[in-house]
T-cell receptor, first 113, second 113 residues
């Protein structure tokens, strides 16, 4: 299967700062990547679809100005959490799509103090 | 709309016991079906998949058969190990071109030595 990396794996930041999370597809070019959020002991919540070379498509209820997504190349998508607040603390996971199968990154644990 | 229903967990088994985790779905078309496994603090790993009716996906001793008549994709393993302790997610893929997934709520499995 496809190999997907995320960086950083963990980040702790102060309230009001911005945090950037990178998602890289290491062994194929991905025109579509997904960003998810997962709360403890819950399933994944799709936040947005990241499309290479165009604007991301956000799910209902997700603030696009707060969660900025940039898919500038076929192997890299970034999620920036702007003006982070403690309620943004969560586990963020990206995935890349190859045919109809998604391959997931290892996740990024964000803690906002 | 499309949906996935998984059995409630947690499921606790003794080592070498037989495992079944039920998954049923509703879909308007003919989705692909997936099982993913998530170990603590990690992303999701593809366990197996099936793309059409009567297909059987298998990997690492786990199996699931795509049953169109019962709209089910139950996960089974004949003899579980302590290392199988994890959360298991059933998912279907929208074949409408978006490649979005619909996830089940996840089933936590704990295997005791």
């Amino acid at each position: 299967g496809a190999v997907v990396s995320q960086h950083p794996s963990r980040v702790i930041c102060k309230s009001g700062t911005s945090v950037k999370i990178e998602c890289r597809s290491l062994d194929f070019q991905a025109t579509t990547m997904f960003w998810y959020r997962q709360f403890p002991k819950q399933s994944l919540m799709l936040m947005a679809t990241s499309n290479e070379g165009s604007k991301a498509t956000y799910e209902q209820g997700v603030e696009k100005d707060k969660f900025l997504i940039n898919h500038a190349s076929l192997t890299l998508s970034t999620l920036t959490v702007t003006s982070a607040h403690p309620e943004d603390s969560s586990f963020y996971i990206c995935s890349v799509t190859f045919t109809d199968t998604q391959y997931f990154g290892p996740g990024t644990r964000l803690t906002v103090l | 709309g499309d949906s996935v229903t998984q059995m409630e967990g947690p499921v606790t088994l003794s080592e070498e016991a037989f495992l079944t985790i039920n998954c049923t779905y509703t879909a308007t078309g003919y989705p692909s079906l997936f099982w993913y496994v998530q170990y603590p603090g990690e992303g999701l790993q593809l366990l197996l998949k099936a793309t059409k009716a009567d297909d059987k996906g298998s990997n690492k001793g786990f199996e699931a058969t795509y049953r169109k008549e019962t709209t089910s994709f139950h996960l089974e393993k004949g003899s579980v190990q302590v290392s199988d302790s994890a959360v298991y997610f059933c998912a279907l893929s929208d074949r409408g071109g978006t490649y979005k997934y619909i996830f089940g709520t996840g089933t936590r499995l704990k295997v005791l030595a």
